[in-house]
Each structure stands twice: as structure tokens, then as C-alpha cells.
């Protein structure tokens, strides 16, 4: 029989080594895997102390330990957590202040949707008080009470401390109720605006004496955050992939939600100017001499001389639309 050496097999026919790997272990607070040696193995914060919810915002800062060549794990078995405790301790600083935040937002959340819920009641009970302005009210209404709803749900967990499932826990749901949020918080500046646009329209024109156009109050109040919600959520998902999207408000891809917000509530304060101008230049207007109440009749007065009817149709409500 002849021996055939080494060098004379192929390379392709030639058994592998098995790698070698440190084995699994628990360090009493986090149970490692088998890693492989000559490398570092490496967890976030967050998934190693659960118990603390902030630390999501920390998506850098990990937890290592190295495994050596050998196939041992060096320094003794010992858990680099340098990088956690130096976040848990700058924490510690600001959680009296932080919790507080929280609570008087979660607070000031149920006081505003219980208010908001016996608004909208009556807004939609009181068949006699429906015209164009309530129905602009209405739905005012209605996304600041999806905005607070949100906002309880994201706070809840934090105010209650319960150790069970939260949204926090499902990453789609956590991106979910995060777009919804920033979506209402959008859709009510932007009725903020419809607002000031109706009324600065039933005061200095007569263009909408036919009814309001809603089909373009709604284009302008939901239907434009909706495009903006939605191009961001794409970008982020695209170019963003981490978990709850944390610390999304540092990426620049946050002005896609920020400058129409932005540019909306600059521009909130153009019918409001127009509309003060207008109550401000109206008692001038109703005491002209030279004005008249019809062709070639004398001036007359109205009941409450002192106050327009378009006026008191416009801020107090005390008619009905036309």
C-alpha cells in the first residue's frame, strides 16, 4: 500500500478545522452566546437592563465582552458595562425632572381629552348650533383629541412602571404610534390655520357667502400632514432602520416633518393680523357719516350700535351662517 503525504492531497479534499468559540454564559445580569474566538461580543443597553426604559434613547451605548483566541473568555469572564453605567448616572441626574415632565404630561393629557370629549359632545349633540364655523371647530377638535390619546399611551408605561408588554416592546408599534403622534400634532396646526383662514374670510370678503369650501379645508387639515407623515415614515424606515426609530428627532430627516409645522404656524399669524385689523378698523367704518343704508336713504342705526352683526356673527356665534 502506498502512503500518500499531506502535501499530495488536494487542498479541496482537506478537513477544515473547527473554530473555535467560547462557551454561552450568564454574568448575573445578561446571558451571553457563543462567540467566537478572537472576537468581541456586544449588546445594547437596553436589551441588558430592561428595567429601564431610557436607555432606548441610548442606541450607542453597549455592553462587550471579549472572547479570546483560545476560545476563552478574557479578563476572567468580566462584562465591560462602562458605557451603560456612565448613561444610567447621567440619568440619574435628570429623572426627578424627567419623571415629573411625564407625569404633569400625562395629567394634563386626561384633563385635555375630557374637556375636548364634552366639546365635542356638544358640537355634535346640539343640532340647532351646526354651521360652517363649528364644523371648522369640530374637527379641531377632533385631532387634538387623537394627539392626546397618543400621548397617553406613549407616556402610560413610564407613569405606571408595570414590568408587563408594552408598545415599546413591538418595534412596528412603537414606529407606529410615534407617525400617528406627529401626524395629529400636525393635523391640529393645521386646522389652527383653517381657523384663522375662515374667520379672516367671513370678514374681509364675500366669497364664501355661498359656504365655506371644505373639501379644501380638508385637503389643507388632514390630507396634507398625510403626505408628509407618509414621506417621512418611507425615508425613515429606508435609510433608518433602528428600533422605535430613537433619537429620530437628531437626523435631518425630521424637517421634512418640520418645516411645513414651521412654515403653518408663521403663517397663522397672517389672517389673525388681517382679522384684528378688520375689529380694529370697524367702529370707524360703522361711524362714518357719508355711509349709507341703502340708495339714497339716511343712516340708521342697529339695535346694539356699539357692535357689528358681522362681527358678532364672527366671534361670538350669536347667528347662524349663512
Known amino acids: 500500500m502506498e502512503i500518500q503525504w499531506a502535501a499530495d492531497i488536494p487542498s479541496n479534499m482537506t478537513t477544515p478545522r473547527p473554530k473555535l468559540y467560547c462557551n454561552a454564559t450568564w454574568d448575573t445580569l445578561y ?116 394627539l392626546f390619546i397618543v400621548m397617553l399611551v406613549l407616556t402610560e408605561p413610564f407613569v405606571s412602571n408595570r414590568q408587563t408588554i408594552s408598545y415599546r416592546d413591538v418595534d412596528w408599534l412603537c414606529k407606529t404610534l410615534l407617525a400617528i403622534r406627529m401626524y395629529a400634532q400636525m393635523a391640529s396646526i393645521n386646522w389652527m390655520f383653517v381657523e384663522g383662514l375662515f374667520l379672516h374670510s367671513r370678514l374681509t370678503s364675500n366669497v364664501f357667502d355661498s359656504g365655506a369650501p371644505f373639501p379644501l379645508y380638508y385637503t389643507i387639515g388632514w390630507g396634507a400632514p398625510l403626505v408628509f407623515i407618509v414621506a417621512w415614515s418611507v425615508t425613515m424606515a429606508l435609510h433608518y432602520p433602528v428600533r422605535c426609530w430613537m433619537s429620530y428627532s437628531d437626523l435631518t430627516y425630521v424637517w421634512i416633518l418640520v418645516a411645513p409645522m414651521f412654515t403653518t404656524l408663521m403663517s397663522l399669524g397672517s389672517p389673525w393680523v388681517l382679522f384684528a385689523r378688520t375689529v380694529w378698523c370697524l367702529p370707524l367704518w360703522w361711524e362714518r357719516p357719508e355711509r349709507k343704508w341703502g340708495s339714497g336713504a339716511p343712516p340708521q342705526k342697529p339695535p346694539f350700535p356699539e357692535l357689528d352683526p358681522l362681527l358678532l356673527d364672527a366671534v361670538y356665534g350669536l347667528t347662524q351662517d349663512i
Not at 37 to 61: H, Q, R
Not at 83 to 97: R, T
Not at 107 to 124: E, N, P, R
Not at 132 to 140: A, G, K
Request: aromatic share 12%; proline share 3%; charged share 20%.
Open 31 to 146: 446571558c451571553w452566546p457563543a462567540t467566537e474566538a478572537g472576537s468581541v461580543a456586544k449588546e445594547m443597553c437596553a436589551t441588558v437592563f430592561t428595567d429601564i426604559p431610557d436607555l432606548v434613547n441610548y442606541p450607542d451605548a453597549y455592553a462587550f465582552r471579549e472572547c479570546g483566541q483560545d476560545g476563552v473568555w478574557m479578563k476572567d469572564g468580566w462584562t465591560n458595562y462602562s458605557q451603560c453605567l456612565n448613561v444610567i448616572d447621567k440619568q440619574g441626574e435628570a429623572m426627578g425632572v424627567v419623571d415629573a415632565v411625564r407625569y404633569i404630561t400625562f395629567i394634563g393629557a386626561i384633563l385635555s381629552l375630557v374637556t375636548l370629549a364634552v366639546t365635542f359632545f356638544i358640537f355634535t349633540y346640539f343640532r340647532t348650533l351646526e354651521c360652517d364655523r363649528l364644523r371648522v371647530h369640530r374637527n379641531l377638535v377632533v385631532s387634538l383629541i387623537i
